[in-house]
């Protein structure tokens, strides 16, 4: 009951900076927690940060001070701006929603970073 629908990817040079977008839809008002994933050209899909419903976020090691999560109003939209890309930060970024225990993925967006 909840769709996701991922934007903002796209060919940015090491340094630049770049802002991910997710649009939910459905059954919104129910999800408790919203996430960001990144899966690189053959590696395992992984998580890169994460939004309680009370505003807490946490994000892994290789991003904490550059990207940042948040939420928008009614749980209509969640946002990763990521700020000083560096080359291994180039995956395919997923989001992520979890509504009454059950989770929900997008299709996800590439992010490709030159050197």
């Known amino acids: 009951q909840v769709q996701l629908v991922e934007s903002g990817g796209g060919l940015v040079q090491a340094g630049g900076s770049l802002r991910l977008s997710c649009a939910a839809s459905?059954?919104?008002?129910?999800?408790?927690?919203f996430g960001w994933y990144r899966q690189p050209p053959g590696k395992q899909r992984e998580l890169v940060a994460g939004?309680?419903?009370?505003?807490?976020?946490n994000y892994a090691d290789s991003v904490k001070g550059r990207f940042t999560i948040s939420v928008g109003d009614f749980k209509k939209t969640t946002t990763l701006q990521m700020d000083n890309l560096k080359p291994e930060d180039t995956a395919v970024y997923y989001c992520?929603?979890?509504?009454?225990?059950?989770?929900?993925w997008g299709k996800g967006t590439l992010v490709t970073v030159s050197s």
């Open positions: 992520n929603a979890e509504s009454r225990s059950v989770n929900y």
């Open positions: 939004i309680s419903s009370s505003g807490i976020a």
């Open positions: 459905g059954s919104t008002f129910s999800i408790a927690t």
